[in-house]
């Protein structure tokens, strides 16, 4: 009898601190999880790189490469997958089967990919120069310069994961 009475109250007590919660969770930093479908970061010349990101929450990601010439592209976001969007839940392969391919180049020169993860979209405030085209050359980019814009852009807010890539 009693103790079925007063368990509702009990229950409601102990579910009280849930709201501060979704808080907690704001508060924890956002990380991002880069890594290759091997875990490898030598590859052969004209070998292909799988790449698997997942972010720690609900996130935007972007995806640059820094090539053996010091020039910077951007491959994620793409006109194959427009939205920079990630969800927690997923992982994002890239390629996976978006029609490009990221490849050791043919000189062997080290290669650097960077990610860079954001709470909330930030394209919008970052300089256009910065965003340019997928697969295309960004203008004297280099990635401190767009660190520094995603930096910006996010208030600070923001978990970046670079991977060096090598010839074998």
């Known amino acids: ?13 102990a579910a009280a601190p849930a709201p501060a919660a979704p808080a907690a969770a704001a508060a924890t930093p956002l990380k ?10 030598r590859f052969a010349r004209g070998e292909p790189i799988n790449l698997s990101l997942a972010p720690s929450q609900d996130a935007h990601v972007y995806c640059y490469l820094q090539d053996e010439d010091a020039k910077v592209v951007r491959f994620f ?16 392969a890239l390629p996976g089967d978006m029609r490009f391919q ?28 910065l965003v340019g085209t997928d697969f295309e050359p960004l203008p004297g980019a280099s990635l401190d310069v767009i660190r520094a814009a995603f930096v910006k852009a996010s208030g600070g807010t923001l978990a970046q994961e670079n991977l060096r890539v090598q010839a074998k």
């Not at 009693?2 to 509702?8: E, S």
């Not at 000189?107 to 930030?122: H, L």
């Open 1 to 13: 009898g009693p103790a079925v009475v007063r368990a509702p109250p009990a229950a409601r007590a």
């Open 32 to 41: 991002l999880s880069l890594t290759t479908s091997k875990q490898q970061t």
């Open 102 to 129: 990221l490849s050791m180049n043919s000189k062997g020169g080290a290669e650097t990919i960077a990610c860079f993860a954001t709470p909330r979209d930030v394209v919008a405030s970052l300089p256009q120069a």
């Open 77 to 92: 976001p793409n006109r194959f997958a427009r939205d920079s969007r990630i969800a927690a839940s997923q992982t994002l």
